[in-house]
């Protein structure tokens, strides 16, 4: 059965490969085609650690372009899985917005 949870995408940890945040081409094109619209939008990927925090894995750019554009609105993100890791320590999307 599918995991659904609604959340601040700020809220969300940023994978290791994506330290940095989304990628600026790819958050400057999904801005002028979406603008903070997040109708129609697929829920991003997320594990859940052991300390309950989310970490995403698919994507990093639509829960980043939703932090930047509408602050305080909540995403919906669909919970694939669960590792055996807590993910407090690792940055959050509302760390590295650009």
Known sequence: MADFRDI???EL????SRRQGAD?????????????????????WVY???????MLYNGVTRATRIAKLAPGTS?????????????????????VLP
Do not use: H, Y
């Open 75 to 95: 995403i919906r993100v669909e919970v694939i899985g669960r590792l055996p890791k807590a993910f407090a320590p690792e940055p959050r999307i509302g760390d």
């Open 48 to 54: 859940e650690g052991t300390d309950g925090v989310l």
């Open 13 to 16: 940890r940023v994978p290791p």
């Open 8 to 10: 601040d995408p700020r």
């Open 24 to 44: 600026p081409t790819r958050l400057a094109r999904q801005i002028a085609l979406f603008g903070r619209s997040a109708v129609g939008m697929p829920p991003p």
